[in-house]
């Protein structure tokens, strides 16, 4: 099983402000399967980023993807109100694992 | 563009079963596998396994084989989950995704599921 490790665990930014997001894999993702997730209280997750650095439809060009082999990033190039979230990295080279996500919260 | 909707909050005595279904709505319903996704109160979210309604065939994480069961019934877009021999542990919303080329597209609202002395 891949193990997803995401860092920071939490971190508190101001609206405007970039955020990056470091998800690391316990070995090479296969094809750089690797997608994004963000998820607010009491809803479902919400897909944004797919195959390490495609925007999902309709996700907003602000949120981009990158990485290959073991370590991929989701970066918010200017954070906007709605988008404090947590936010999950997946992979699905092999068997689906997710990270156990990073908290965004307003500073 | 599918549309899932789940059924409702479930209280379980441990040692029962449960079985959450996810109807389909909106798209064609076997062009996606149905995965199933939980997340215990606060934590993360830990995939279970996933059913390929074209194929007929189920494909269960490790952590739940022998204790999951996932079908699906083409003819009303329903998928269902059944989860046996339920722990205090498995407390958890559990969600339905239809899946394309394993990423989680489309959600359902979540089930919540409790297991109750």
């Known amino acids: 099983e891949i193990v997803l490790t995401q860092s920071p665990g939490n971190v508190s930014l101001s609206p405007g402000e970039r955020a990056t997001l470091s998800c690391r894999a316990s070995q090479s993702v296969t094809a750089n399967n690797v997608a994004w997730y963000q998820q607010k209280p009491g809803q479902a997750p919400r897909l944004l980023i797919y195959a390490a650095s495609n925007r999902a439809t309709g996700i907003p060009d602000r949120f981009s993807g990158s990485g290959s082999g073991t370590d991929f990033t989701l970066t918010i190039s200017r954070l906007e109100p709605e988008d404090f979230a947590v936010f999950y990295c997946q992979q699905y080279g092999s068997s689906p694992t997710f990270g156990r996500g990073t908290k965004v919260e307003v500073k | 563009q599918l549309h899932l909707v789940q059924s409702g909050a479930e209280v379980k005595k441990p040692g029962s079963s449960v079985k959450v279904s996810c109807k389909a709505s909106?798209?064609?319903?076997?062009?996606?596998?149905i995965s199933w996704v939980r997340q215990a109160p606060g934590q993360g979210l830990e995939w279970m396994g996933g059913?390929?309604?074209?194929?007929?065939?189920?494909n269960y994480a490790q952590s739940f084989q022998g204790r999951v069961i996932m079908t699906a019934d083409k003819s009303t877009g329903t998928a269902y989950m059944e989860l046996t021999s339920l722990r205090s542990d498995d407390t958890a919303v559990y969600y339905c995704?239809?899946?394309?080329?394993?990423?989680?597209?489309?959600w359902g609202q979540g089930t919540l599921v409790t297991v109750s002395p």
């Open positions: 909106g798209g064609t319903f076997i062009n996606y596998a």
């Open positions: 995704a239809g899946e394309r080329s394993g990423t989680f597209d489309y």
């Open positions: 059913f390929t309604p074209i194929f007929k065939t189920a």
